[in-house]
């Protein structure tokens, strides 16, 4: 066929990348824009040096468009290696910004490898899981996976930069897609709701839930003789040992309590099973429940131990177990005045009064979703999520066109990293989500963080133009 | 991912449109009030001679948060602070933020009331201390070391009185005494209120909407007083190295002319910085100089009150002008004796005033509460209370001063308690010649003289004359009648007029004023813990009374020893501006006088 291998470059994408590049220009000029000095030529302003970055960007996306696809593949391991060998770097001889030291300072110019290790690990990614033969199902196979995502995530958690290590976190959505079984997500979800839980309520009610939860579970399978056993037999150790809870001078949790009537309880279901060679389904379930008690039993000990203070104090924050608007809850709080002061239709492009006068900490880079909320209302703050949202769906569409696993893979990295970094970043603008330190893609100040999203979205485009090629 | 989106537009909508509170921070986050003071009314005496005004003052603010690194030697230079001072400032400073009384954020006093050249050589320096800033304030200026008890004085509100009311703020200043208190609503007028836009630091950046939302401040209003400054001026130093108090009305109007609780202080010691280094000094002083005796000391009103008995008595019938007593050095029973001094016998009432004869008071006491009219003793004796509490005794007045003390009159009541109800008119005898229980201000001793200068009524005795713009109180227009019929009046004041002009025996003979019909009357308290008060009620010219009087001297003996000079001084200074060369000698015995050291020297032999 003609000129198939030639599709011309996804214009709509492009419109939607040009949309959030411009708004988002638009609002960290907004955000530094001084009433007092409305000066535009100065080179020392963030907005003046982000019109270069864009600039610097448009370079880029030319060398990308330029190059052959094959290029990405062929050399996805040896660009991953490289930023790895960045990421060590940066750790050893690196200049340690906001307690993290994750930055190259060559002059004026500062470099976070991060950013580039975000598109050098998704390439990495797709080259793997497109490998001939690759499969979830082999151990080994869901192992190297695993790998090629840990290793940056870990070096930059070594960084201690947090936020940008979560990030990595996001490709379980690509495994999921490519084949990834659905237990390890729920898995991690549900893990994720009982950690929560544990630092809202007490354990020993999480405890109640999940056996209560198990029981109900186990009567909808079946297996219901057996399980009317097991809960009188468990009931009347739990009376016992409350007993000796309630008029002994012991000290320990509640939750302890429970224990010994949960055990026996799992002995019995478990004997007979395995006796009876029916409800084969039963290990799994008390496996599960296992599995939640000791979760609940430690979370407590990895939030307390783990997490360094200020983290802790985000998470508190947010879960509304504190109260601390000066402190921890500072920027939150500002951030929802800011948002919350702009209203319907907003207070109007440069009138904005709180993203003006430096009460939102960090309004050019981290929260500059606050100068939107503020300066355009509800009405565009919604239309950025719109933007967003337009951007991800059209992405998606893109990838499942793809031929080659490659690409497919690598569109659904993309995908799923702006979307980790949306969710999060507005998320905590508007006190839904922890503030962890992440940019809004296109929006936030930062050469480092531009440069990787485009680099990220034009390798893809690149990848799109050829898509009907076979490329791996 | 939807569903994400979902969930963010719907919190965005809580957040922007449905939820206000957050559009409230907004604006209290950016806006800044600051607070325009109004300068406060001004006050002038009856002849239009200004006594306290206004000066500016400069504070130095502190916001400490916004301090950096600074030169301590040029701060300490510019502002004549040691480094000591300056080291003890900031511990103070880091102890009020520990102890939450003051915000990083926000400004507060770090350096109080520089003058004039410190606000000169530190506001040119300011530039090099960040976080420190001047703010102009206004603070009282008193044009004479004196009138300290009538003017009272302004300072810093109490925590207190911050609670019931939303005027005031903490640190506004307010009235704390005198007329700054009564008339604080007038004084003060009304504060303004300024928004500026500030940014996250707190630092100004311009008008808030351009100054549309201000309010401007309205100053507070002028106020008059009737107070004579130069009168009360002499009056202060005819109580110099006295204790005592010298109150003088007009009888027609009920105006204070003079108001006298010596010993006084400086109002200008009680200003600002200064005062709480003075205020002290002032509180521990054995002479108690903050005590504003005039309203605020009870005496028992001694032989002045004689007037009042024989009103009361003439007015009941019990007494007629012609009524005669005998007396022999004093009134004889085999109960009691109740002395009196070598005069002639028998006297009539106007001599009796004269000459101020104990005994025949005793009898004319005992007529009225032994009028057969009454049933009981307790029923005549309420009923002489009764009077007195119409000549303005027991209450207080209503003057404009707050702390005014009401006296006490007993009443039946109070004798039923003491002898469990069995007394009789010979059991409160000494009540007959102004001693016992009854006690009286100098306030209403004065007044009780106008009511005599009246014949018969009085004016709540005020000391304001005018409010800018505003009337004076109604009461202080109103009229009080005592019920005592005029005629009665003759034969008092007659009595009070021989007193001083009588010719030998009369009690206040060296309160003759040549030229002026003065009448007076002396007294003597007895006081348990001393020598004897003097006093002296006055009033003058006879017919047209323009000033009345009444003067206490504490332990100053008899009546005519202190009282009457000082009392005719004052009248004679009142009505004729000046003292006459042949009563220059008194003039200067009483200006000499030292009651308070010589009694220490006394001691120390």
Not at chain 1, 142 to 169: E, H, R, W
Not at chain 2, 503 to 518: H, K, L, M, V, Y
Request: hydrophobic share 40%.
């Amino acid at each position: 066929m003609p000129n198939r291998s030639n599709k011309s470059i996804d214009w709509i994408t492009v419109g939607l990348y040009s949309l959030l590049v411009i708004f988002g220009w638009f609002n960290i000029y907004a955000a530094n824009y001084n009433p007092e000095h409305p000066v535009f030529f100065d080179t020392n302003k963030e907005y003046f040096k982000q019109l270069v970055w864009i600039g610097f960007s448009l370079l880029f996306i030319g060398i990308i468009l330029i190059t052959d696809s094959k290029f990405y593949v062929e050399f996805a391991y040896i660009f991953y290696g490289f930023t790895l060998l960045l990421l060590i770097v940066v750790l050893l001889f690196g200049k340690e910004i906001n307690g993290a030291k994750s930055w190259f300072e060559v002059g004026p110019i500062r470099f976070q490898p991060a950013e580039l290790a975000k598109v050098a690990t998704n390439l990495a990614v797709a080259r793997a899981l497109s490998r001939y033969g690759f499969s979830f199902d082999k151990f080994g196979d869901l192992l190297k996976a695993g790998a090629v995502v840990l290793f940056p995530m870990l070096l930059i958690l070594l960084q201690n930069d947090t936020g940008s290590a979560l990030v990595y976190s996001v490709f379980i959505l690509v495994f999921y897609r490519e084949g990834l079984t659905g237990y390890i997500l729920t898995f991690g979800i549900v893990a994720a709701i009982v950690a929560v839980l544990t630092l809202i309520v007490p354990n020993s009610t999480i405890i109640g839930l999940i056996i209560f939860s198990v029981i109900g579970l186990l009567y909808v399978k079946g297996a219901r003789s057996a399980l009317l056993k097991a809960t009188i037999g468990g009931s009347v150790i739990l009376i016992l040992s409350y007993a000796v809870y309630r008029f002994s001078d012991t000290s320990i949790g509640l939750e302890y309590v429970l224990l010994p009537a949960i055990l026996v309880f799992s002995i019995y279901m478990l004997y007979t099973t395995l006796a009876k060679r029916i409800n084969k389904f039963v290990p799994t379930y008390l496996l599960i429940l296992w599995s939640a008690i000791l979760l609940t039993l430690s979370a407590d000990y990895l939030f307390e131990d783990i997490l360094s203070d200020y983290q802790r104090n985000r998470i508190d924050v947010l879960l509304g177990l504190k109260e601390d608007p000066l402190g921890a809850g500072y920027n939150v709080n500002q951030s929802k005045i800011a948002i919350g002061s702009g209203g319907l239709i907003g207070k109007g492009y440069l009138q904005g009064t709180q993203t003006k006068f430096n009460f939102v900490p960090e309004q050019s880079t981290d929260f500059i979703y606050c100068t939107v909320g503020e300066e355009w209302g509800f009405i565009g703050s919604t239309a950025v999520v719109i933007l967003f949202l337009s951007l991800f769906l059209r992405l998606i569409y893109l990838a499942e066109k793809q031929h080659s696993i490659f690409s497919r893979v690598y569109g659904y990295g993309v995908a799923s990293i702006f979307f980790f970094h949306f969710a999060i970043n507005i998320g905590m603008t508007i006190g839904l989500a922890p503030v962890i330190g992440i940019p809004l893609p296109f929006f936030s100040y930062g050469g480092s963080s531009l440069w990787g999203f485009s680099l990220l979205l034009f390798v893809f485009l690149k990848l799109d133009i050829n898509r009907n090629e076979l490329i791996r | 991912m939807l569903g994400l989106a979902l969930i963010f537009v719907t919190k965005l909508f809580i957040l922007q449109v449905y939820d206000p509170s957050y559009k409230f921070s907004a604006e209290s986050n950016t806006r800044r009030k600051v607070t325009q003071y109004p300068s406060r009314g001004l006050v002038y005496d009856r002849n239009g001679k200004l006594l306290v005004s206004n000066q500016a003052v400069y504070d130095v603010m502190v916001v400490p948060r916004d301090i950096v690194a600074f030169d301590s030697i040029d701060f300490c230079e510019s502002l004549n602070l040691s480094k000591e001072e300056l080291r003890e400032r900031f511990v103070q400073m880091r102890q009020d933020i520990r102890s939450r009384k003051i915000s990083t954020y926000k400004p507060s006093v770090f350096f109080k009331q520089l003058s004039a050249e410190q606000y000169g050589s530190f506001q040119e320096k300011l530039y090099k201390f960040k976080g420190f800033f001047v703010q102009g304030r206004t603070l009282r200026k008193y044009e004479y070391p004196s009138s300290s008890h009538v003017l009272g004085y302004v300072g810093e509100i109490s925590e207190k009185e911050l609670k019931n009311q939303t005027y005031y703020t903490q640190g506004d200043y307010v009235g704390i005494s005198g007329i700054e208190q009564t008339y604080e609503e007038e004084l003060r007028g009304q504060k303004g209120e300024k928004y500026l836009l500030v940014d996250v630091h707190g630092r100004e950046k311009g008008a808030f909407k351009s100054g549309r939302d201000d309010i401007a401040a309205i100053a507070g209003k002028n106020i008059t007083l009737s107070l004579d400054i130069d009168l009360q001026q002499y009056g202060e130093q005819l109580m110099k190295n006295k204790v005592g108090s010298i109150v003088a009305i007009e009888p027609t109007t009920g105006e204070i002319l003079t108001m006298v609780s010596a010993p006084n202080y400086d109002p200008s010691l009680l200003i600002g910085r200064d005062r709480s280094v003075n205020y002290p000094v002032l509180a521990a002083d054995s002479l108690k100089p903050l005590f504003n005796r005039a309203i605020q000391s009870r005496y028992p009103p001694g032989s002045t009150f004689k007037t009042i008995n024989a009103l009361i008595g003439l007015q009941e019938g019990t007494l007629k002008p012609y009524t005669t007593h005998e007396c022999f050095m004093g009134y004889h029973t085999r109960a009691l004796s109740v002395g009196c001094h070598m005069h002639d016998s028998p006297l009539n009432l106007s001599q009796s005033i004269q000459h101020s004869c104990n005994a025949y008071y005793c009898f004319e006491f005992r007529d009225i509460l032994d009028n057969p009219k009454y049933g009981s003793i307790q029923e005549s004796f309420n009923a002489w209370k009764d009077y007195l509490v119409k000549f303005g005794f027991g209450y207080a007045l209503g003057s404009d001063f707050k702390n005014e003390n009401r006296g006490f009159v007993p009443n039946a009541g109070t004798f039923d308690r003491i002898y469990n109800r069995s007394w009789n008119s010979l059991t409160v005898i000494s009540l007959s010649i102004g001693q016992g229980e009854l006690l009286t201000t100098p306030l209403q001793m004065a007044n009780m003289a106008a009511m005599l200068a009246n014949r018969g009524h009085f004016l709540t005795p005020h000391i304001i004359k005018d409010i800018e713009e505003t009337p004076i109180d109604d009461k202080y227009r109103e009229l009080h009648e005592t019920d005592i019929e005029l005629q009665h009046f003759a034969p008092i004041i007659n009595g009070m007029e021989l007193a001083v002009w009588g010719g030998e025996g009369s009690t206040a003979r060296i309160a003759q004023i040549p030229g002026i019909s003065i009448c007076g009357k002396t007294g003597t308290a007895q006081n348990p813990h001393g020598d004897d008060h003097s006093i002296f009620i006055a009033f003058a010219p006879k017919d047209d009374p323009q000033i009345a009087i009444a003067v206490y001297v504490e332990n100053g003996g008899f009546g005519a020893t202190w009282g009457a000079p000082i009392a005719s001084l004052m009248v004679e200074k009142y009505l004729t501006d000046s003292i006459q060369p042949r009563r220059k000698w008194i003039e200067k015995r009483m200006l000499e006088g030292d009651l308070i050291h010589a009694k220490q020297k006394q001691q120390e032999h």
